[in-house]
């Protein structure tokens, strides 16, 4: 069965500060990683996912097969930052994604 | 264009009550989405909509019913509410072959 492991409940970083939230998962198909971005009393919004291999606010995050990982990395991190974060894993079946279950990172001076 | 809206915003319910959550989309989306979010929980699927006219049993359903009313429309009820029902229930839409899901506000249920 699939699985998404976020270690850490809490991340707490000064700002400027580099971030990393850590995300592992289990699955025995080909993954499709996503990162999911929520802020204060809002809605969850996509941040980024694998194949788009992009950057967004300055994140990004690499699939590393072979460590079954795919950790959000930031070099420098900014108060606006500070919210939770939700890895998922798509596991195709009805477009169903399995949600860790988050790390709130927060930003301080 | 909306996006994923849900009613209502909050909801305070005593034990043995009974509501629906309402969800509609503006997307043209086949897929629909219900899930809790729980704090140390993350977020976990109650039911789901591949299509309009299929429903299926996500990883919590036990207590909930879901109708996919049409396209647009995925509502979620709770027969009989329980104090472990009180949560934030988001609802969620994805395309037809997409993978990225778009989510509603969430509704605030509290439980007494």
């Known amino acids: 069965a699939q699985r998404v492991t976020q270690p850490e409940k809490l991340l707490s970083v000064f700002k400027g500060a580099p971030v990393e939230l850590k995300c592992n998962y289990s699955?025995?198909?080909?993954?499709?990683l996503f990162w999911y971005v929520q802020y204060s009393r809002q809605r969850l919004q996509l941040l980024l996912r694998?194949?788009s291999r992009e950057s967004i606010k300055g994140f990004t995050a690499d699939l590393n097969k072979g460590e079954t990982s795919f950790h959000l990395k930031k070099p420098f991190a900014q108060e606006e930052d500070s919210a939770m974060y939700y890895c998922?894993?798509?596991?195709?079946?009805?477009?169903?994604?399995?949600f860790g279950t988050g790390t709130r990172l927060q930003v301080t001076l | 264009n909306a996006g994923v809206t849900q009613t209502p915003k909050f909801q305070v319910l005593k034990t043995g009550q009974s509501m629906t959550l309402q969800c509609a989309q503006d997307?043209?989306?086949?897929?629909m989405y219900w899930y809790r979010q729980d704090p140390g929980m993350g977020l976990r699927l109650i039911y789901y909509?591949?299509?309009?006219?299929?429903?299926d049993k996500g990883e919590v359903p036990n207590g909930y019913n879901v109708s996919r009313l049409n396209k647009r429309e995925f509502s979620l009820r709770l027969e009989s509410a329980a104090p472990s029902q009180t949560s934030v229930y988001f609802c969620?839409?994805?395309?037809?072959?997409?993978?990225?899901?778009?989510f509603g506000p969430g509704t605030r249920l509290l439980v007494l």
């Open positions: 969620a839409s994805s395309g037809q072959g997409q993978e990225t899901q778009y």
């Open positions: 699955y025995s198909g080909s993954p499709e």
């Open positions: 694998h194949i």
């Open positions: 998922a894993l798509f596991t195709g079946t009805a477009s169903k994604l399995t």
């Open positions: 997307m043209n989306h086949n897929s």
């Open positions: 909509s591949a299509s309009e006219g299929t429903t």
